[in-house]
């Protein structure tokens, strides 16, 4: 458990706290593309770090991140007009390029030369896996973009389904490095069976182990760190173990283990200190990797089904997230559809911030512990003027990923040779062959 001192330090990203300045030294996600594919498209609102922003994609195609409020008065720029290369406010006709260029004000004598005298908030993006990026740290050290890991090359199919939801970060991340809770919360969805390694049908993923009590080891790294959970396996446990390797890439980042056919990861976004933006990503060859449409329906987490408009979900406390009990009673553990839908149940269900203080953490719970330690030691580091973890020379090498195996017994899961799942006989033309597997 935590400190409430620790806690409040892990969890607090707005304003001037140390974790929002941590984050903020890497690129960090808005919104998805399909959001501003449009140019002058409708803008679409957002919020990052406790920041509201307003995101459009301007006449020429290029994409703008801007403070939401107008530099004159103050209202919503996503109420206003997406037109001739520019972002106008309704309220005086103030206009704003994407750079935050004011090119025209409307209410104000154009002898007045008021315009080239103020510059409106404005954050350099980058786009890339579906994703709108800005770089919310120091204006005059942007980092080079790096492509993520689940978005290594521009030709990889890559699949993300959003959900906004109303608890902070931390809480969410944890969720997803967890990797015992899976064999209890989505027991139904996780199913065990006489498979040779993890596989994906289009209702389930199947698991060649029944062991719900897995062994935990850690392997820290300057990027983050990576943990093996090892299992029983179904078939022939007296001689292996079946290793599901997790990946933590700081600061909100997992790489999830994947099964047969694509890789899995997702990102979680703080909005500010009691939301998250939480991308769960299906990623990999075009010719194994569901589309978003199918992924978002095996997710349960479709706009307009599962989801308003804005992401939320429909799911929640006031309606136990659209709990089954018949269903529990036929055989189903949770009766809540859509794996992703049942953690949600739990990170919500947690508060708005989890009070870590009163905790009582087990053996299972090492990566948890790890990623407290790590954060909480990166976060005073940077304070002290430390590079943020996992910038520089300490990213992630292309050659970390996660990955899931029946191995023997007398292999080290350290030294396993992990390779992304990739379709038998099919090259990329920009990855190396040996951060390749073969499905």
Request: proline letters at 7%.
């Amino acid at each position: 458990m935590l400190t409430t001192e620790e806690n409040e330090l892990l969890c607090r990203v707005e304003g001037d706290a140390p974790m929002g300045r941590l984050m903020r030294e890497h690129w960090t996600p808005v919104c998805l593309l399909e959001e501003v594919s449009e140019p002058d498209g409708a803008p679409v609102k957002a919020r990052v770090f406790g920041e509201n922003l307003v995101v459009f994609r301007d006449t020429d195609g290029r994409v703008g991140v801007l403070a939401e409020d107008c530099p004159h008065r103050g209202p919503s720029l996503v109420l206003g007009r997406n037109e001739e290369g520019g972002l106008r406010c309704l309220y005086h006709g103030w206009k704003m390029d994407v750079d935050g260029n004011v090119l025209e004000m409307a209410s104000e004598p154009a002898a007045s030369g008021m315009a080239e005298k103020i510059k409106h908030k404005a954050y350099p993006t980058r786009e890339w896996g579906g994703m709108v990026w800005s770089w919310f740290g120091a204006a005059d050290r942007v980092a080079e973009f790096r492509p993520p890991a689940w978005a290594p090359t521009a030709d990889v199919r890559v699949s993300i389904a959003k959900t906004l939801l109303p608890c902070n970060w931390a809480q969410v991340l944890e969720g997803a490095i967890d990797s015992a809770h899976s064999s209890s919360l989505h027991s139904s969805d996780m199913v065990p069976a006489r498979v040779d390694s993890a596989k994906a049908t289009d209702k389930t993923w199947l698991r060649p182990s029944t062991d719900k009590a897995p062994r935990m080891q850690v392997q820290r790294g300057g990027y983050g760190f990576r943990y093996a959970a090892l299992r029983r396996p179904i078939q022939n446990a007296a001689a292996n173990d079946y290793v599901r390797s997790t990946v933590f890439v700081a600061p909100a980042t997992v790489l999830i283990p994947p099964n047969n056919l694509y890789n899995v990861a997702n990102v979680n976004v703080p909005m500010d200190d009691t939301n998250t933006a939480f991308y769960f990503i299906a990623w990999g060859h075009p010719a194994q990797t569901p589309e978003t449409d199918t992924w978002r329906k095996f997710l349960r987490q479709t706009v307009g089904v599962d989801l308003d408009e804005t992401y939320r979900p429909l799911r929640n406390v006031d309606n136990r997230f659209w709990q089954d009990r018949q269903a529990m009673k036929a055989g189903n553990f949770t009766g809540i559809s859509g794996f992703p839908n049942q953690d949600v149940a739990m990170w919500v269900t947690m508060g708005p911030i989890a009070d870590r203080s009163r905790e009582r953490l087990g053996a299972s719970d090492l990566a948890i512990v790890e990623f407290r330690r790590q954060m909480l030691d990166a976060v005073r580091a940077h304070a002290e003027g430390a590079p943020a973890i996992g910038t520089g020379d300490a990213a992630i090498p292309s050659t970390v990923c996660a990955f899931q195996a029946i191995v023997p017994k007398t292999t080290d899961w350290r030294s396993y040779e992990a390779r992304i799942t990739w379709p038998d006989g099919q090259e990329h033309p920009e990855i190396e062959p040996s951060y390749l597997v073969k499905a």
